[in-house]
């Protein structure tokens, strides 16, 4: 006998229990999406946004591209490699002309100049005398100057004729162009951007570190101390967050000075003499010492979040089984807080990578970071390449921590 049909759950309302389940299911999730909307657009504008343009501009500068139409004509006809002849020469005439019109050689130079340095007055002098030259337009550039011959500022031209360009990744890597026109790595005294670089996570690798060997102590108070007490010190803590920044940086400059709180103490005690105080300011000592001050909290915060877990039994049960403190310290309760020192050492690393306000108030010249010249290219040289130095140190970053999921693992990251 053939088992009876199983009877379909329904609803009050007569609809089937399972399509009722689904479409509430889905109301869930389209509140749920709704609840979001404002937070994932605030990030697409002030986090996507601005990184995807900055991408753009790292490999897009059109400010000989849109100048100089005749000649990406005929750098599109010829290959590259080919030697100029009485027709590219036309056809450079020709765009110094219209550039003179529209009064754009300096723009046009301008980007030239990037790879090859010392064509923007080239470039002004040639666009000022191009309506009058006559054929052969070739012998008539050459004797405006011999510059023109060179093979490096048409190699230059033939890059720059398209838009987009790799250039400024080349420039930002400490290359440069040879006579030949081929990209050559710089001589030493010219490699200044992978230096800073190397500088930079240098730096932020100290203070970082700095940051773990103060901030541990203070997290174990915080975590230990009584909640009256503890209560006390976290304020401490926080204080700088309720400081502004400037007021903190201008504190450790009166501090640090060679006429400072600090100098003049030790000068009154006998410690030095007056006139071999200490320079702690305005170099990278004094980069150091006031980014560690800064960022310290951000390493007390995840510490203290992990410590104040870890229950003191472990500890006493350890010792009671014989071991050491250094041991208890070393086997039982240090390995319970590395969740909190990975999180720690990753946020101030990060934040030191990318700190500009305070190298540029208390570095000086030698305490500068690449954050630094990126922001001096954006505000008064080359936002292209300042996009090229920003990708460059982002994906720096991005594989750093790509590394540290790798080895330590992203699932222990705890922040609280």
């Known amino acids: 006998m053939a088992d009876a049909p199983a009877t379909e759950l329904k609803t009050s309302d007569g609809r089937p229990l399972r399509a009722a389940l689904a479409a509430a299911q889905s109301r869930a999730r389209r509140r749920a999406f709704l609840l979001v909307v404002p937070l994932l657009a605030f990030v697409i504008l002030t986090f996507v946004v601005p990184i995807g343009y900055m991408l753009k501009r790292s490999f897009e500068h059109d400010g000989f591209s849109a100048s100089a139409p005749s000649l990406a004509v005929w750098f599109a006809a010829n290959p590259k490699g080919a030697a100029p002849d009485e027709a590219a020469y036309a056809a450079l005439v020709s765009d110094l002309a219209k550039m003179q019109v529209d009064k754009t050689p300096g723009q046009a130079g301008t980007r030239i100049n990037y790879t090859v340095p010392g064509t923007i007055s080239l470039f002004k002098s040639a666009a000022r005398k191009a309506k009058d ?14 510059k023109w011959a060179e093979p490096a500022i048409w190699m230059a031209m033939r890059e720059a004729s398209s ?3 790799t250039d400024f990744y080349r420039v930002a890597a400490d290359q440069k162009r040879g006579p030949d026109g081929s990209w050559q ?11 800073l670089f190397f500088k930079t996570f240098l730096l932020s690798g100290a203070v970082t570190l700095i940051c773990l060997l103060l901030a541990f102590p203070i997290a174990h108070l ?11 010190l976290m304020i401490l803590v926080l204080l700088p967050f309720w400081t502004s920044l400037l007021v903190r940086t201008s504190a450790w400059i009166a501090i640090l000075q060679e006429q400072g709180i600090i100098n003049d103490l030790m000068y009154s005690t006998g410690l030095i003499a007056d006139d071999s105080r200490v320079r702690m300011i305005y ?20 510490l203290f979040s992990v410590m104040r877990t870890i229950p003191p039994s472990y500890a006493r049960a350890a010792r009671s089984l014989g071991a050491t ?7 039982v309760y240090l390995p319970q807080t590395l969740p909190g020192i990975a999180a720690g050492s990753l946020l101030v690393f990060i934040l030191a990578v990318g700190y500009y306000i305070t190298p540029a108030l208390v570095g000086g010249a030698d305490g500068q970071l690449i954050s630094n010249m990126i922001q001096f290219h954006m505000a008064k040289s080359n936002w292209s390449l300042a996009a090229a130095l920003a990708a460059m140190l982002l994906l720096a970053v991005m594989v ?9 693992g992203i699932d222990r990251l705890k922040l609280g």
């Open 325 to 331: 403190s250094w041991t208890t310290f070393r086997r």
């Open 163 to 165: 838009s987009y360009t």
């Open 400 to 408: 750093l921590y790509w590394l540290y999921d790798r080895l330590i």
């Open 283 to 302: 170099n990278q000592t004094g980069t150091v010492i006031v980014m560690t001050h800064i960022l310290l909290p951000f390493m007390v915060l995840p």
């Open 133 to 146: 030259l006559t054929p052969p337009f070739k012998e008539a550039m050459l004797e405006l100057d011999a």
């Open 185 to 195: 790595r710089g001589a030493d005294n010219e490699r200044i951007y992978l230096f």
């Open 222 to 232: 915080l975590a230990t101390l009584p909640v009256s007490k503890s209560s006390l």
